[in-house]
């Protein structure tokens, strides 16, 4: 008898815990139907390519020397929700191959319609890129554009009103044509966001 009502009070404990569970569920999703939230936007407003210099052309120990700094805005379209953005990481890719790395970004908090515009900075020398990389340096410094890809990855929390959910991964990837020359003029660039 004893351990028949104990097992009524483990079944009730579980059926109002399911309950529990369902309910939290339905609210959670009529929140996101109401405030349904939006993709950040992000643009490179400008860029500049102060040195970007492969030597050693054609050898294993080719190596880049570079000077890259960017303008990046980072838009929030949504009426009602805010974002935390908690870590940032841009990478500099250049023919598929990562040369620079900057994580050196504050943790932000980003209001709903507002907009923030980060520095990235990329600064130094890799080496070892190969021989395809080479090829590519070449042929873009004679066409006198060099293409390089930003690839930025954010660690959010989503804010509506005094709910926080997270965290969520967003991506941006933005293809920056970047003039050879540092004068050559920068068209404003519009970014891949994937969240
Ligand atoms: C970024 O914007 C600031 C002003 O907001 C400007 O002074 C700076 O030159 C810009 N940087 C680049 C790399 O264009
Ligand atoms: C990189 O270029 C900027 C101009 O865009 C210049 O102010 C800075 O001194 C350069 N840094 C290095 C390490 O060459
Ligand atoms: C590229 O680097 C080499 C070796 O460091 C140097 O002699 C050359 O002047 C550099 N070219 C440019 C455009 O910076
Ligand atoms: C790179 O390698 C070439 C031979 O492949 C050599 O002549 C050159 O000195 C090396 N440069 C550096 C900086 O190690």
Redesign the pocket.
């Known amino acids: 008898m004893a351990s028949n009502s104990s097992n009524g009070c483990l079944w009730n404990l579980c059926l109002s815990l399911f309950k529990l569970i369902v309910s939290l569920g339905i609210t959670i999703f009529i929140f996101w139907l109401i405030f349904r939230p939006s993709k950040p936007k992000a643009f490179i407003e400008s860029a500049r390519l102060a040195q970007f210099n492969l ?2 052309v054609h ?5 880049l020397t570079y000077n890259l700094t960017l303008n990046l805005s980072v838009h929030n379209p949504n009426k009602r929700i805010s974002f935390y953005y908690d870590y940032i990481e841009a990478q500099a890719q250049y023919d598929g191959t990562q040369f620079g790395l900057d994580s050196n970004f504050p943790a932000f908090f980003q209001h709903h319609k507002d907009t923030t515009v980060l520095y990235p900075k990329f600064m130094g020398r890799a080496v070892g890129l190969g021989s395809v990389v080479s090829t590519t340096f070449e042929r873009e410094k004679r066409e006198g554009f060099f293409y390089v890809d930003l690839m930025v990855y954010c660690k959010v929390r989503i804010k509506v009103m005094f709910f926080k959910f997270g965290h969520f991964k967003p991506k941006f990837g933005c293809r920056l044509k970047l003039a050879e020359k540092p004068d050559g003029g920068f068209e404003r660039t519009k970014c891949d966001v994937d969240f």
């Open positions: 030597t050693n050898k294993p120990n080719a190596s």
